[in-house]
């Protein structure tokens, strides 16, 4: 596609429950990068992938949060047992990757606002 | 951990004239910058970057000036528009690194 594109828009669930937010990469971009922005706060790193490499997940927040890349394209941010502290919006955005003419510029997504009640 | 340190102020500007956010970082190992702006509602979307190796570049109405010995980055908007109002991010990559760590942004408010 045009551009980075996330789904839903819009979540609102219940502590306790499971969410799995989703991500379209733009098409070719062989790097993935989620991160999270608390209201009227920066952008916070979760988790990157480049190609088939292992992801750096060293900005996960607890054992609560997990992500996967399918077929090197669509990534699926899963946050189980939510807790109210997880409200955020979480961003998804992908890059041209390594060895690529400007490979390193992230592009953005428009994010997912997840509220947990 | 070392970080970008953005003070989130609010800009205020009159339309027309030019804008300077500035921003300090402290990672002396940081290779790549970038600027994002953030509309309300929306994901932030790329204005400009520039590498440790340069120390300006610019674009259509912005550029960014790099100052390594300080620790400096600023982007400057020329004739702030209206459609210029928003949250301004600065971000820096470390060298070999991949993940963007991000300041805490600045609000430009343009008055008409």
């Known amino acids: 596609g045009a551009g980075v594109s996330q789904s839903p828009s819009n979540k609102v669930t219940e502590k306790g429950k499971d969410v799995e937010l989703r991500c379209d990469p733009i098409s070719g971009h062989t790097a993935l990068y989620w991160y999270r922005q608390s209201l009227g706060q920066g952008l916070e790193f979760l988790i990157y992938f480049q190609g088939n490499s292992a992801p750096d997940k060293s900005g996960l927040p607890s054992d609560r949060f997990s992500a996967e890349r399918t077929g090197g394209s669509v990534s699926t941010l899963t946050i189980q047992r939510t807790q109210q502290e997880d409200s955020a919006v979480y961003l998804c955005a992908s890059s041209a990757g390594r060895g690529r003419p400007r490979g390193e510029t992230q592009y953005f997504g428009p994010g997912t606002r997840l509220l947990v009640l | 951990g070392e970080s970008v340190g953005l003070h989130l102020p609010t800009l205020s500007v009159q339309e027309g004239d030019n804008s300077i956010i500035n921003c300090a970082y402290s990672?002396?190992?940081?290779?790549?910058f970038i600027w994002y702006k953030q509309e309300s509602g929306k994901g932030p979307q790329f204005i400009i970057d520039i590498r440790s190796n340069m120390d300006k570049r610019q674009g259509q109405r912005v550029t960014v000036l790099l100052n390594k010995t300080v620790k400096h980055l600023s982007l400057q908007i020329a004739a702030t528009q209206p459609g210029d109002s928003a949250v301004y991010f600065c971000a820096e990559r470390v060298a070999a690194g991949n993940k963007l760590t991000f300041g805490g942004g600045t609000r430009v408010l343009v008055k008409p």
């Open positions: 990672n002396s190992a940081s290779d790549y």
